[in-house]
């Protein structure tokens, strides 16, 4: 007889003795000392063996059918343990039903068929758009009390469907790739697993669910696309624990518009050279825990989202109530995201004694014109970072838009309307966050008709190659902040921002210039409690910037 590990809902959510003890108190907000909660599934203590109903591990056998059938019959008895034990289970896609908890033992090994004629051409959801996938090797909709436990691994054969450009392999692998089929692409810097695929990519909007599309149109490009390895939808009390998720053929663990959501000891491993190959995305879900996990992929690791453009905003429903914890990112897009598809909006997430190492970017929080959603009341502290490709930290609101230059920032006078698509970042809480490492330590790049707003960092500490920039910012607080950089003229670049405070700044001995202030619209930059005396410019003006803009006390 299998059980879930003992875990109490007090176990999985606290830290120390006070993290998650009191229960929420109606109406009052969300704080470090009221945090969100998920509630946790229950089952039934029966057990269900895949080989008394037939299976074979001998990686050989197909065993769709059979896991399936055992899920069935385990639902149909009012739930319980489907037991996969030891062995290589080669299998087709998985379908989970309400009150079965999935138990992958730590000596079994569940490999998904490279037969992709197994995956049904469904309706689902590629990046916040409804469009047609081929249907995920795990996947439950409208599912209540469900599971996968176990130390086995889940692996998901995604590099049947992947396509993979040549710099990202060696020359060895660039050949055997090539060797096995597909398709290259003209100017032969790209491979494709098939022509159907590599005509898909060039089709706009290629399988995306629109007036008039049909399912039998779209399956000239079934190739292309590319599943999520686990997809939830509109599921409610939700583990995962302590499972491997490995070698997803596009996103890796995707959970859209879930309640009661908790991924404990989870692992997720994606080849950093997989495309699109996330670790976890919470999409529009509710009451959620990430909790003493780990990610190495090859695209954002802890990634949040809520639909993109008009969808995500007719949709409505944003990512609420969710804490992280006690979890690692190793390589990796982004170790902590919000973004890029939030437009239904994001709010009262926490995250706290997370590390991130060699990731290209640490904290992202991305979006961009079109978007909307507003995404607030985020809290993050502890977190340890070494080795960042691009920025430490990175509030990013031209995302896959081009980057207006230093000059195009300070002058601009195209100011676009504020509308429903104008996206909003606002209510940032970071704190003691340490950095050994990074190209740049910090950009905060808000729209001229959208400030970033009431961005709040204390106790920060980041070693990195470039220092601080501050674009179209408001309200944007610095306590006891130190940054190092060798390009350091100036260190501090602040472009069309205002109500900007630094208390206790602190600098590399080798800082050229402290501070530029740069345009018009720049005013009220404040500094307090920090000796400027250190560098050989204290601060210099550019592109119409008033002096008076610049306050040191």
């Known amino acids: 007889m299998l059980n879930i590990k003992k875990y109490s809902i007090a176990a999985l959510l606290i830290t120390g003795s006070t993290f998650l003890v009191s229960a929420q108190v109606k109406n009052r907000p969300y704080s470090w000392s009221n945090l969100p909660k998920a509630a946790l599934p229950t089952f039934k203590k029966d057990t269900f063996n895949i080989i008394k109903y037939g299976a074979k591990p001998d990686g050989i056998t197909l065993n769709t059918e059979i896991i399936n059938k055992t899920i069935d019959a385990c639902s149909a008895k009012g739930g319980g343990v489907v037991l996969i034990p030891q062995g290589l289970w080669l299998t087709g896609p998985i379908k989970l039903k309400s009150n079965v908890n999935l138990h992958v033992s730590r000596a079994a090994l569940v490999q998904f068929t490279a037969d992709k004629s197994q995956y049904k051409l469904i309706e689902g959801n590629w990046e916040g758009h409804a469009a047609y996938r081929n249907e995920s090797p795990i996947s439950g909709t409208n599912l209540t ?19 993979i450009a040549k710099d990202r392999l060696t020359e060895q692998e660039w050949n055997r790739k090539v060797a096995s089929g597909g398709v290259v692409s003209e100017n032969g810097k790209t491979w494709y697993p098939s022509a159907a695929y590599y005509k898909a990519a060039r089709t706009p909007k290629a399988g995306y669910i629109e007036p008039g599309s049909t399912p039998e149109a779209a399956m000239e490009f079934k190739d292309y696309y590319r599943p999520n390895m686990l997809v939830l ?5 939700v583990l ?18 879930c309640e009661d959501l908790t991924f404990d000891g989870v692992r997720v491993r994606n080849p950093w050279n997989a495309a699109n190959g996330d670790g976890v995305d919470v999409e529009s879900c509710k009451n959620v825990l990430i909790n003493n996990s780990t990610f190495d992929c090859g695209d954002d690791g802890i990634c949040i989202k809520s639909g993109r453009d008009e969808e995500g905003r007719k949709r409505g429903k944003p990512t609420e109530n969710m804490v992280v914890k006690n979890s690692i990112v190793y390589r990796a897009h982004g170790g902590f995201v919000i973004g890029s598809e939030m437009s239904g909006g994001a709010r009262n997430l926490f995250v706290t004694d997370c590390t991130f190492i060699g990731t290209d970017i640490g904290l992202r929080f991305k979006t961009t014109r079109g978007r909307g ?3 607030e009341n985020i809290h993050i502290k502890n977190i340890s970072m070494r080795d960042i490709v691009t920025s430490a930290i990175l509030f990013d609101m031209y995302y896959t838009g081009k980057s207006p230059t230093d000059e195009e920032m300070a002058n601009d006078t195209n100011v676009p309307p504020v509308t429903e698509a104008t996206p909003v970042f606002k209510d940032f809480w970071v704190s003691n966050v340490s950095c050994n ?16 707003k ?3 960092l204390e106790n920060v500490s980041i070693k990195a190659n470039k220092g601080i920039d501050i674009i179209e910012g408001k309200d944007i607080n610095l306590k006891n902040f130190y940054v190092e950089a060798k390009a350091s003229a100036p ?17 590399g001995a080798t800082t050229e210039q402290v ?10 930059i404040e500094v307090t409690a920090s000796d400027l005396t250190k560098a050989r410019q204290k601060v210099a003006f550019k592109n119409g910037a008033n002096q008076k803009a610049f306050i040191a006390k």
Request: overall charge positive; charged content about 15%.
């Open 145 to 163: 009390n469900i599971a996968i436990t176990g130390d086995g691994i889940i692996d998901g054969n995604g590099e049947i469907w992947r396509l």
């Open 233 to 237: 939808a509109n599921c409610k009390k």
């Open 240 to 257: 995962l624990q302590g499972a491997t998720f490995q070698n997803s053929a596009a996103w890796c663990l995707h959970t859209l518009m």
């Open 373 to 375: 959603g507003v995404v």
């Open 437 to 452: 490492g990074a190209d740049r330590a910090l950009m905060i790049r808000g729209l001229p008709e959208m400030a970033i």
């Open 454 to 456: 009431n961005i709040n």
């Open 491 to 507: 260190l501090i670049n602040v472009i069309n921002s205002n109500n900007v405070k630094f208390s206790n700044l602190r600098y």
């Open 515 to 524: 501070f530029g202030i740069n345009g018009k619209k720049t005013s009220n």
